[in-house]
């Protein structure tokens, strides 16, 4: 990031993600000169500490982003629609973490280590992709690159800060309850997670997929410049705190041998190779909890596609998945202009939630 000051504004602070852009803000060094801690009404008047400070966080209004050079979203569609456009009026330029724009013709929606040229054209407002298209952007970029990509298909095992601090906080409270013999009523995800997995992130569409899968096929075209690109997603929630897993199967258009395939993605930024089956080396949630990279590893071939690999990938889903992808946008920002001061009526439009 230039390390010229800047003001910056994150809405939605005191949930798992906006938390989390604190520790990767401080932890990333980044030339914060003023913070302001931006949420709900009812979480107005909290502390959150920063650099050895307590900060009070306010209400989120119309007026919240004068003087701001950039503001963070993360508190959800609806108040993302309603003071986006405000944050850019008032000079800001605008990362947001929810689903309102990323969809929008002439909103990028970035994966620093994949498309950071889409920058170029923002009006105010960039994309953070969803947590679970993030993770496997990083994986499949490289591929894309040096064999071509026809065909995907993915199973995710998504823990359950993908719902929130609440779910995070039901699944602990769960599995307590579970062990002690005690009945527990799930109400911050449709079923009960402790000792269990469900094949439901997000809601169902008609056509019996959901909304998480669906954002990864459009979302995935999107960054890699594929707009035909067949990705078949199938999203299951695990009893995991922290960190996706993915199983991912994919058809080459060119032949890429195993070997290949590891050089090439540990050459690729954000990305480790961990990947020794006979020593059972292979990535998991734990380790990767609260680390930067998304871990590859079991790369072989695809005994269904070829050419063709299959691969398992983990990746923190409120770290890369969400916070540190945001500030990354920040930071490869700063080589554009950090006040755009433009009007963006015709971005903030409603969308594909």
């Not at 800047?6 to 906006?18: H, K, P």
């Not at 269904?304 to 990746?315: C, E």
Request: glycine letters at 8%; charged letters at 20%; one cysteine or more.
């Amino acid at each position: 990031m230039s390390r010229r000051p800047i003001d910056v504004a994150v809405v939605g602070a005191t949930g798992a993600v906006g938390r989390e852009m604190l520790r990767v803000l401080e932890q990333r060094g980044s030339p914060v000169q003023r913070l302001v801690l931006l949420a709900s009404s009812r979480s107005a008047g909290r502390t959150l500490r920063f650099r050895g400070r307590d900060l009070t966080v306010r209400p989120t209004t119309r007026d919240s982003f004068r003087g701001v050079d950039v503001a963070l979203f993360s508190a959800g569609v609806a108040v993302s629609r309603q003071f986006a456009a405000c944050a850019v009026e008032s000079g800001a330029v605008v990362v947001d973490n929810s689903s309102a724009f990323r969809l929008q013709p002439g909103v990028p929606l970035v994966v620093p280590e994949c498309n950071t040229e889409a920058l170029a054209g923002h009006r105010g407002i960039v994309a953070n992709p969803n947590c679970s298209t993030i993770i496997l952007a990083l994986a499949l970029a490289p591929l894309q690159r040096i064999a071509g990509l026809k065909q995907v298909i993915v199973s995710t095992y998504q823990a359950a800060s993908g719902a929130g601090r609440r779910a995070m906080e039901e699944l602990r409270s769960a599995t307590r309850a579970h062990l002690s013999g005690a009945g527990f009523e799930p109400s911050a995800m449709p079923h009960d997670l402790a000792f269990n997995v469900f094949p439901q992130v997000d809601v169902f569409q008609p056509d019996g997929y959901t909304r998480e899968e669906d954002k990864m096929v459009d979302e995935m075209r999107k960054i890699l410049a594929l707009p035909a690109l067949p990705l078949e997603a199938t999203c299951v929630r695990v009893p995991v705190e922290r960190c996706h897993g993915m199983a991912v199967t994919v058809a080459l258009q060119r032949p890429l041998s195993p070997a290949r395939a590891r050089f090439a993605l540990e050459h690729s930024p954000g990305i480790v190779v961990c990947d020794d089956p006979e020593a059972a080396e292979y990535p998991t949630p734990r380790a990767m909890a609260g680390l930067d990279p998304v871990a590859v590893g079991r790369i072989r071939p695809s005994r269904v596609f070829d050419p063709g690999l299959t691969l398992w990938v983990v990746g923190d889903q409120l770290r890369k998945g969400a916070a540190l992808n945001a500030v990354q946008i920040v930071e490869n920002l700063s080589n554009l202009r950090t006040r755009s001061g433009a009007r963006v009526e015709d971005s903030v439009r409603p969308g594909a939630e």
